[in-house]
């Protein structure tokens, strides 16, 4: 049972480069998240999918795009790649949005942009 | 204002010792509750919810005081493994909000 899979592990980009980080969970979870986490900040929601064919901004979604491909896979991507964007990237999902499940975590994905 | 506060530490508490972190939260529409925990350079894992009856797994307890818009998580008899940072969650319609997390470390 692997839960909720991401990929790749760690990436290095240069500045203005694009790559798309990918999100896939075997839990039948109808909502998905993305969040980054930097230090002294915590986490915080760039995009969500509260349930398959929909999409919704979160908290820092400036510089991303999502794709919710079916109900499984939630991808990430990151146009032209800042500086600003090296973080630790987490995947989540949950069964029902807003319930009271918690969320199940990818291990995450380490980005640095130089 | 951030939706959820947590006091940063560091805690540093000899094993055995009871340890307790408090919560804070802004949004009086807050719906659910939540401590995870996080080892170093590791995903947050579910700790547990937290019901406003107060709820207890183990040596942990959490309490939800929705009057004053707080939680809390306490830790009885703390072990080496117990060493990691908690962070406090709450639960908006669709979006959960985390705090900063509270970094914990167990001496021996």
């Known amino acids: 049972n692997a839960g909720v899979t991401q990929t790749p592990k760690f990436q290095v980009l240069k500045t203005g480069q694009s790559m798309t980080l990918q999100c896939a969970q075997d839990m039948n979870h109808n909502s998905m998240y993305w969040y980054r986490q930097d230090p002294g900040m915590g986490l915080r929601l760039i995009y969500y999918s509260a349930s398959e064919g929909t999409t919704d901004k979160g908290e820092v979604p400036n510089g991303y795009n999502v794709s919710r491909l079916n109900k499984r896979e939630f991808s990430l991507r990151l146009e032209s790649a800042a500086p600003s964007q090296t973080s630790v990237y987490f995947c989540?999902?949950?069964?029902?949005?807003?319930?009271?499940?918690?969320?199940?975590f990818g291990s995450g994905t380490r980005l640095t942009v130089v | 204002r951030k939706e959820v506060e947590q006091d940063p530490g560091p805690f540093n508490v000899p094993e055995g010792a009871t340890v307790a972190f408090n919560c804070t939260y802004s949004?009086?529409?807050?719906?659910?509750f939540f401590w995870y925990r996080q080892d170093c350079r590791k995903e947050p894992k579910l700790l547990m919810s937290v019901y406003s009856s107060g709820n207890e797994d183990g040596r942990f307890t959490a309490q939800l005081n929705r009057a004053s818009q707080y939680i809390s998580l306490l830790i009885r008899d703390s072990k080496l493994s117990d060493s990691a940072t908690y962070l406090c969650?709450?639960?908006?319609?669709?979006?959960?909000?985390f705090g900063t997390g509270t970094s914990l470390t167990v001496i021996p």
């Open positions: 949004n009086s529409a807050s719906q659910s």
């Open positions: 989540a999902s949950t069964r029902y949005r807003g319930a009271d499940y918690g969320y199940t």
């Open positions: 969650v709450v639960n908006i319609g669709n979006q959960f909000y």
